[in-house]
């Protein structure tokens, strides 16, 4: 079953990359994040919604707070892509390089 959310839309917003980028530190609530953020507790827990929706992120339940993970296995689809990208890229470099010789 894939996430509701697409993980290359999940990583478009700049907030979110940095959000992943804390979450990979370690274990965060929602009240912590947002003290890095110049946005509301609010605006913190909807980015997380998202990430969460794509497996990026998941919550777990310590007392009165949600403590929020990294998961990185989703980040695979977009590494994926990129090595793909980037080996057609530098096949097609070499080709033209070869042309010239």
Do not use: C
């Amino acid at each position: 079953m894939r996430p509701a959310e697409d993980i290359f839309d999940a990583i478009a917003s700049p907030v979110r990359r940095r959000i992943v980028r804390e979450l990979a530190r370690g274990p965060q609530p929602v009240h912590q994040l947002q003290q890095r953020f110049d946005i509301t507790q609010q605006a913190v827990s909807k980015h997380l919604r998202v990430l969460t929706n794509t497996g990026l992120a998941y919550a777990e339940r310590r007392g009165q707070e949600n403590v929020y993970h990294l998961n990185p296995k989703p980040l695979r689809e977009v590494r994926a892509w990129l090595d793909g990208f980037w080996t057609g890229k530098l096949e097609n470099l070499k080709a033209i390089a070869e042309e010239d010789e």
